[in-house]
């Protein structure tokens, strides 16, 4: 079974940058779609950022210009850098992968705590 390992959250103020890492269990060339999603208490899930196995890239409008996705294949990692955050950007971050490019992720990972303070 593939396994997503998500890391690098953490409390920091508004404006400051965080890197979130995601360590797959196996080689990541297999995913048409990895990403990040996000979800706060009281709201909806968000999908944050994606990207494709040819490097394609989208964003949530509230992130676009701050936030930026990378895929690593040889080390079968994804990074989401994410600058001048907001308090609105606290949330639970979750890792996803997608055999397809479109659809819902298949694999998530455990969630990383990402918390900004005003």
């Known amino acids: 079974q593939v396994q997503l390992v998500d890391s690098g959250g953490g409390l920091v103020q508004a404006g400051g940058s965080l890197r979130l890492s995601c360590a797959a269990s196996?080689?990541?060339?297999?995913?048409?779609?990895m990403g990040w999603y996000r979800q706060a208490p009281g709201k909806e899930r968000e999908l944050v950022a994606t990207?494709?196995?040819?490097?394609?890239?989208n964003y949530a409008d509230s992130v676009k210009g701050r936030f930026t996705i990378s895929r690593d294949n040889a080390k079968n990692t994804v990074h989401l850098q994410m600058n001048s955050l907001k308090p609105e950007d606290t949330a639970v971050y979750y890792c996803?992968?997608?055999?397809?490019?479109?659809?819902?992720?298949?694999?998530w990972g455990q969630g990383t705590q990402v918390t900004v303070s005003s």
């Open positions: 996803t992968a997608s055999v397809r490019v479109f659809g819902n992720p298949g694999y």
């Open positions: 196996g080689s990541i060339a297999s995913f048409g779609r």
């Open positions: 990207i494709t196995s040819s490097g394609r890239t």
